[in-house]
């Protein structure tokens, strides 16, 4: 609200009229400074009440752009009220020395309209800057997560990749910038290859970090390979990333399969934690389930990896998949959901097949990776 | 698919932690605190996790859960509850390994009246029976205002929620 110092400015030929206004107007809150010229009002006015007499028809429109003005005429009929009111008035008042309240209050009024404006204005122009910035901030967190997510990349093998005749392919698409599926596909020795598949609760950077820690432990596990404990070597895999997560203290669990093919007895040996869903085998056009049950990694400690085995054929592929996979697909339940996977894994023979058949958003809800091994008749 | 909803109240010594819908924490790495904080309250004899309710359980919830497991473990007489009614949580709960942990019950709270047609069952079984009625009683006391000491536990993972509500809702 107008304050009792609020001065406002009254353009009007000099005379008794003009004085009347003059008391009429500061008789309540305002102080009033009457003038017959635009130039001679001092910047802190608030607002102008001008006379039709007393400004040129040409002025009015500079008039009303510096201050909210009010028009006032003796007459409704004044040729110059309508220019006046055409230039951008705010209000206009006819015998304004018969209305001195309605005056008054129309002065109040157009002030605090004023007032509102100019706070519309300042916060619409403040929220342009924060969204400006905002947008800007944005950008450069994404252009983060992107470079993390370059890096990422390189930490996983090539697509595809082929040791001693079998060959892995791979999709993961994370759901946000950074993934926490992970994979990896490793020669061990002339006999031997390892790989892993993981998916680390949660998903984006934090869960991203704990792959590069994955990736690490892998490297090293490589370097202490033995070859008469490949039977073995997954589960201490496993047993060994269990504790690292648990002594580490970063409260990320994850869902592991991890194995190690022999590819001169065509045997693969597996270990898993809490692995969903469980790896399919195809040969030729039959679909079955490997079995095994086990932990989750990385959450209870002093827990047993099982050690599992079985024998594959000279042609097989082996698919896995993080469970992101299960809400892209039809079915109310997950057992539906399960079986409409393998049925689908039935017809297809390569990731981009099963890929392409999945209903996928411009969004997904988790990290989505799936990978094939097949073998072990690859060049 | 119905927005994750998740109520705790703690009352007579029994913590009631209640999941309902699709409950999604994904982005949240910080609960080990809370798990603990919930094993250290005073007067605690048992735990319950009502996941009747519950449609989907994320691996992040179920990861709190377990840790919430891992914290009361020697501190309490019985290993802590979990209801279950949802095939495709229980699936989840014996995938994860729950069972070590956790008491499962597959079977729907009986409600109170119907209790006293049981017939007669080991001491065991009954003390678990009665266990489920005080959390039973509890929950259905449990309101929206209900503001307890856990109300903060309760933000905290709600607001993980809608922070991850956001972090969908604007990329």
Known sequence: ?379 | MHEGRIQAAFDAGVFVLKLSGDVRLTLCATLDQQAQRVAESPGLVAVMIDLREATNVDSTALGFLAKVAMAVQGRLEQPPTIVAEHPDVRRMLDVMGFSRYFTLLEAPLTEPASLDELPQVSADEDGMQQRILEAHRILMRMSDHNRDEFQPLVDLLEEQKSDEDCSKAHH
């Open chain 1, 1 to 379: 609200m107008a304050n009792a110092r609020t001065l406002i400015g009254l353009l009007d030929t000099p005379g008794a009229s003009r004085d009347a206004l003059a008391s009429l107007i500061g008789s309540g809150q305002f102080a009033v400074l009457a003038t017959t010229s635009v130039d001679a009002l001092p910047d802190d006015v608030a607002l102008v009440v001008a006379h039709v007499r007393a400004v040129a028809r040409e002025d009015w429109a500079t008039l009303a752009a510096r201050w909210p003005t009010i028009v006032i005429s003796e007459t409704r009929l004044d040729g110059d009220l309508l220019q006046a009111v055409d230039a951008g008035l705010v209000d206009y008042l006819v015998e304004p020395e018969c209305h001195g309240d309605i005056l008054r209050r129309l002065i109040a009024r157009s002030i605090e309209h004023h007032r509102l404006t100019q706070e519309h204005a300042r916060d619409r122009q403040r929220l342009a800057e924060l969204n400006e910035s905002l947008e800007t901030h944005l950008a450069m967190l994404r252009l983060d997560q992107q470079a993390g997510w370059q890096i990422q990349r390189k930490l996983l093998p090539a697509s595809p990749i082929t040791l001693h005749g079998v060959r892995a392919d791979y999709w993961l698409a994370p759901s946000l910038y950074l993934s926490g599926d992970f994979l990896d596909f490793q020669r061990c020795d002339a006999r031997y290859s390892f790989f892993y598949f993981v998916d680390v609760s949660g998903h984006g950077a934090s869960s991203a970090f704990v792959t590069v820690l994955l990736k690490y432990l892998s490297n090293r596990w490589l370097t202490q390979w033995r070859q008469q404990a490949a039977e073995t070597f997954p589960a201490r895999c496993l047993t060994e990333l269990n504790r690292e997560l648990l002594e580490t203290g970063i409260g990320k669990h994850a869902t592991v399969f991890a194995g190690v093919l022999d590819h001169e007895q065509r045997y693969l040996h597996y270990s898993l934690g809490a692995q969903m869903p469980m790896p399919f085998l195809q040969v030729d056009r039959e679909v079955s389930v490997l079995e095994g049950e086990g932990p989750p990694v990385g959450l209870f400690p002093h827990v047993e990896f099982p050690t599992y085995g079985c024998t594959l054929p000279e042609r097989f592929r082996l698919w896995l998949c993080s469970d992101g996979i299960l809400e892209c697909l039809g079915g109310d339940t997950l057992d539906q959901r399960l079986e409409a996977l393998k049925h689908r894994i039935a017809s297809c023979a390569s990731v981009d097949a099963l890929k392409d058949g999945l209903v996928l958003g411009d969004e997904l809800p988790d990290d989505l990776t799936m990978m094939t091994l097949s073998g072990f008749d690859h060049a």
